[in-house]
């Protein structure tokens, strides 16, 4: 079995951070012609009987970046029929998943909502985000053997998340590591997004110097790799 990326344990942290769902990363299951599968990362909120299904697609050149606009739906047709077999596989085994003896004994019993994420590095228009997930959603719904529970899909890019989990632990109230490296790295990079100043001597301007200066290198590391201003430039959603 391949190793866990850190995208995985990314899209788990946020799980983890949400609140009362167990995650499972790699999760393998048995397909009805005897092969093994996996899923990515596997989250499931017993309360709420929410199960997530986390497929994880980094493709390319490590500064390829997919996207998906109205160019795209012109030239291409849906989302699902320009880049189905790349980033979309792993739905065709999603009734598979929703068999009693795979992901759980009675999925009926155990499952109110399935969620279907697939975290990539493709970026979709805002304008068309809401559109391409339902199509992703209704495409599910469609097969048969998948249950009539609700089912939503979320679709969004790798770093979407990453700074969802930055915001996220910025807000939690834990306050020892947390034995998880993704975690743990947000928590160090929060530390000096929001930090306490100690021992620099009194009065603001002191503390704002230290405050300045240990961000310099992370504010130089962004820069440097910044090929146009960003900086009040948001997309629409």
């Not at 995650?23 to 092969?35: D, E, I, M, Y």
């Not at 068309?128 to 997930?133: C, F, G, M, T, V």
């Not at 807000?171 to 021992?199: F, K, S, V, W």
């Amino acid at each position: 079995m391949a190793e866990v990326m850190a995208v995985e344990s990314m899209v788990e942290a946020e799980w983890i951070l949400e609140g009362g769902y167990w995650t499972k990363l790699r999760f393998p299951f048995q397909l009805a012609n005897g092969s093994w599968s996996d899923i990515d990362v596997l989250s499931y909120q017993p309360e709420k009987k929410h199960l997530v299904i986390s497929e994880v697609k980094v493709r390319g050149p490590k500064q390829w970046v997919g996207a998906y606009t109205e160019d795209t739906k012109q030239n291409y047709g849906s989302i699902l029929d320009y880049d189905g077999n790349n980033y979309f596989s792993l739905i065709r085994h999603l009734p598979r998943c929703c068999e009693d003896g795979v992901v759980f004994d009675s999925f009926a019993r155990s499952v109110k909502r399935l969620t279907f994420q697939l975290v990539s590095n493709y970026v979709i228009d805002g304008l068309l985000k809401a559109e391409a997930e339902q199509e992703v959603a209704d495409a599910i719904k469609e097969s048969p053997d998948v249950p009539p529970i609700k089912v939503d899909v979320v679709l969004e890019s790798t770093l979407e998340v990453m700074a969802r989990v930055i915001k996220k632990e910025r807000t939690c109230n834990q306050g020892r590591r947390y034995g998880h490296p993704l975690l743990d790295m947000a928590r160090e990079l929060n530390r000096y997004l929001e930090p306490t100043i100690r021992y620099a001597g009194r009065g603001s301007a002191k503390t704002d110097a230290v405050k300045k200066q240990a961000l310099w290198p992370l504010w130089d590391a962004l820069e440097s790799g910044r090929p146009f201003a960003v900086v009040g430039d948001r997309p629409a959603e």
